[in-house]
């Protein structure tokens, strides 16, 4: 079956420090991947995807590449705000029709002044 | 652009109790998923509806049930509550015609258990 295994967290930075957060993934045929934010009280929101391999999913100054030879999709950032603390879920689904998602632990990323 | 709706954001019940759960979907969204994420945890899957019916099962004990409605909203009934149903139940949505396999989440119902 599919799994999705992440950094375990806290992971602690200092504002404007650069960030990355492994995630390697376990899957039958080819996965869509991604990573969805969650910050502190709220929901789940999608910070970015990448649905075939070599892709690289973009957004808020985040960065993940969808690498099929090691099957992993590490997030990174090139210099953390306060605001980016919040909990980081990798996750995955197939692009075959009524596909779950399966989600890593998550990580949460704590970014001090 | 309308997102998925839930309601209530927080319930309170005492255990042994009956709670249910509401889920709007995006319009033009035929597919519904229930995620339950404990304190701490990463979300689990419960169960998922394609056009009214049941189309995949995950972790979801005998003491809950859930069904989509011809408007494709979705409602999830849960009995006989205990203190470790406490948790955020996510509703997410996504066309079946789409590609990604991208969901599309609520902002989740908060449920105490006392």
């Known amino acids: 079956g599919n799994s999705v295994t992440q950094m375990e967290g806290p992971v602690t930075l200092s504002e404007e420090a650069f960030l990355t957060i492994n995630c390697t993934y376990t899957?039958?045929?080819?996965?869509?991947l991604f990573w969805y934010v969650q910050y502190p009280g709220e929901g789940l929101q999608l910070l970015l995807k990448a649905t075939k391999a070599d892709d690289k999913g973009s957004n808020k100054g985040f960065e993940a590449t969808y690498r099929k030879e090691t099957t992993s999709f590490h997030l990174e950032k090139g210099s953390v705000q306060v605001s980016d603390s919040a909990v980081y879920f990798c996750?995955?689904?197939?692009?075959?029709?009524?596909?779950?998602?399966?989600f890593g632990k998550g990580t949460m990323l704590l970014v001090s002044p | 652009a309308a997102g998925v709706i839930q309601s209530p954001r927080h319930l309170i019940k005492e255990k042994r109790e009956t709670a249910t759960l509401k889920c709007y979907p995006i319009?033009?969204?035929?597919?519904v998923y229930w995620y339950q994420q404990g304190p701490g945890q990463d979300p689990q899957f419960l169960i998922s509806f394609y056009e009214k019916m049941q189309s995949d099962k995950g972790s979801i004990p005998d003491r809950f049930s859930a069904q989509q409605f011809s408007d494709y909203h979705s409602e999830l009934n849960m009995s006989s509550l205990e203190l470790g149903d406490s948790a955020l139940y996510f509703c997410?949505?996504?066309?079946?015609?789409?590609?990604?396999?991208?969901?599309?989440f609520g902002e989740g119902s908060r449920l105490t258990v006392l």
């Open positions: 319009p033009r969204h035929d597919t």
């Open positions: 997410a949505s996504s066309p079946l015609a789409s590609n990604t396999g991208e969901l599309f």
């Open positions: 996750a995955l689904t197939s692009n075959s029709g009524y596909s779950t998602l399966t």
């Open positions: 899957a039958t045929g080819y996965p869509s």
